[in-house]
C-alpha cells in the first residue's frame, strides 16, 4: 500500500500538488493529524504547513508515509485515485477499467472494438492478468464516510469546470465498485488473513527461539573460537622457540666454519699483500721511468713549438718586418705610383692577367676561406712584396695573424694599414 501511494503522489509530481488545492488540502490533513507523530515537521506556526516549498513538501509526504497506519493510507490513496479519476472521465474519450478487463472477456472484447473504432489500431489485452493481492489491515476498518466526504469534497473544487452531479456520480461509482471488490476479496481472503496472522505471531516466536539459540551458538562458537586461537598460539609460540633454537645451532655451526675459512684467507691475503707490495715497488719503478720519458716529450714539445714560431717568423713575420722597414719617402710612393700606371697601362695588364689566377692574393684569399690562416698570412705578405702601400691587404694580413692567434703580428699590420691610410689622405 506504501509503495502504491507513493507511485501516486509521484505520477501527478509534487509541482502539480502543490499548485492543486484539493490535493494540497488532502496531504495537509493529514500532516496535521500526524503531526504528534513528526516533531522534527513543527514550526512556529503549524497551521503555516500550506505554504512550504515543493521540495519540503516532498520530504514532508515521505516522511509522512512512514508513519501513517493502514487504513489511513488506504483514505489517501483513494482520496487521490478518485480525484485523477473524476478528472480523466471529464477530459478523456475513453476510460479503461484494467482490472475489469483482466476479469470480464466479454468486457475485453467491447473495449478492444471501442478502441478500433475511435483510434484505428487493434490492440490485444491478452497479457493482462489479474493478481489478488492480501493486506494485513482488517477492510472493516476502512472510514469509507472519510473516503466518500473526500470525493464530495473534490467534486466541490471541480464543479467550476465541470458537472457537479456527474463528478459525484463518477466518484461514488469508483468507491463503491472499489468496496464491492473488497467485500468480495474477503469471503476468500478472511479466513487466510487471519491464518496469516497466526503463522505470523509463530513465525514471530520461532524467530525470536531462532534468534536466541543462534546468539547461544555465536557465543559457543566464541568460546571455541578463543580456546582454538590460545592453542594455535602456543602452538605458534613453541615453533617459533623451535625455530630460534634451530637458527642460532645453525649459526654457531656456520661461525666454526666462517672462523677456519677467515684462518684461511688470512694467510692468503697476506701472500697477496706481499706479492701486491712487491707489484707496487715496480710500479714504482715504473712510473718514475714514464715520469722521465714524460719530461723528455714535454722538451721535445717545447723545443718543436720553438721551431716552428721560427720557421712562422721566418715566413711571415720577417718578410712583414722587411715590409714595415720599406722607404716611405715621398720620392719612394712616387715611384709606387709609377709601377702602378705601368701595371696599369697595355703591357701590365697583359701581365696582371697572365698571372692573375695564381697571384698571391687570390692564394691568399683562397686559403682565407679555407681558414687556413697561416697559408693566408703567407700569401698575404706575397702579395705585399709586390704593393707594399696597399692598404686592403695590410687590413687581411692583420686579420689573418689574429686569427692564427699572433696578437703581436696583427697589432703592427693593423698600424701600418691605418698610418697608409692617413698618408693617402695627406696626399
Not at 34 to 49: A, M, R, V
Not at 245 to 250: D, E, Q, T
Request: one cysteine or more.
Amino acid at each position: 500500500m506504501k509503495s502504491l501511494l507513493r507511485r501516486s503522489t509521484a505520477s501527478c509530481g509534487f509541482s502539480t500538488t502543490s499548485s492543486d488545492t484539493y490535493l494540497l488540502s488532502i496531504i495537509n490533513r493529514y500532516l496535521v493529524r500526524y503531526l504528534p507523530y513528526l516533531p522534527y515537521l513543527k514550526t512556529s506556526d503549524d497551521n503555516n504547513i500550506c505554504g512550504t516549498t515543493d521540495d519540503s513538501l516532498g520530504e514532508f509526504t515521505t516522511k509522512l508515509l512512514e508513519v501513517m497506519n493502514e487504513q489511513d493510507l488506504f483514505c489517501l490513496y483513494m482520496a487521490f485515485h478518485t480525484y485523477l479519476y473524476m478528472l480523466a472521465r471529464q477530459n478523456a474519450e475513453i476510460v479503461i477499467d484494467i482490472t475489469k478487463i483482466a476479469r470480464d472477456a466479454s468486457y475485453n472484447q467491447r473495449t478492444r472494438a471501442e478502441l478500433k473504432s475511435v483510434t484505428g489500431l487493434s490492440i490485444t489485452f491478452d497479457d493482462l492478468s489479474e493478481i489478488q493481492q492480501c493486506y494485513s489491515f482488517d477492510p472493516a476498518l476502512i472510514n469509507w464516510k472519510e473516503i466518500r466526504d473526500n470525493v464530495t469534497f473534490a467534486a466541490l473544487m471541480l464543479d467550476h469546470a465541470f458537472d457537479h452531479r456527474e463528478l459525484l456520480r463518477y466518484g461514488f461509482e469508483l468507491i463503491d465498485e472499489a468496496r464491492a471488490e473488497i467485500e468480495t476479496s474477503e469471503k476468500y481472503v478472511a479466513k487466510a488473513r487471519d491464518e496469516i496472522t497466526k503463522l505470523t505471531s509463530e513465525r514471530e516466536s520461532i524467530a525470536a527461539v531462532k534468534s536466541a539459540l543462534a546468539a547461544e551458538l555465536v557465543r559457543v562458537a566464541d568460546q571455541r573460537d578463543a580456546a582454538l586461537a590460545g592453542r594455535n598460539r602456543v602452538a605458534q609460540q613453541h615453533a617459533v622457540a623451535m625455530a630460534e633454537m634451530n637458527r642460532l645451532a645453525g649459526e654457531l655451526h656456520a661461525a666454526k666454519a666462517d672462523g677456519k675459512e677467515l684462518i684461511t684467507e688470512n694467510a692468503r691475503l697476506g701472500s697477496e699483500l706481499a706479492a701486491a707490495i712487491a707489484s707496487g715497488n715496480a710500479e714504482a719503478s715504473t712510473m718514475a721511468a714514464l715520469r722521465t720519458e714524460l719530461s723528455h716529450l714535454a722538451r721535445d714539445r717545447d723545443r718543436v713549438a720553438a721551431q716552428s714560431e721560427r720557421w712562422f717568423n721566418a715566413a711571415v713575420v720577417w718578410a712583414a718586418g722587411r715590409l714595415l722597414s720599406a722607404p716611405r719617402s715621398r720620392r719612394g710612393r712616387w715611384f709606387h705610383r709609377v709601377m702602378l700606371r705601368f701595371r696599369a697601362g697595355p703591357m701590365g695588364c697583359w701581365m696582371n692577367r697572365a698571372n692573375h689566377k695564381d697571384s698571391p692574393r687570390n692564394r691568399a684569399n683562397r686559403a682565407r676561406d679555407a681558414r687556413e690562416w697561416e697559408l693566408a698570412a703567407r700569401f698575404y705578405v706575397d702579395e705585399l712584396n709586390r704593393n707594399v702601400y696597399d692598404t686592403a691587404i695590410w687590413i687581411q694580413l692583420g686579420h689573418a695573424l689574429k686569427e692564427a692567434g699572433k696578437t703581436s703580428a696583427a697589432e703592427i699590420a693593423y698600424h701600418r694599414a691605418t698610418t697608409l691610410s692617413e698618408d693617402s689622405h695627406s696626399v
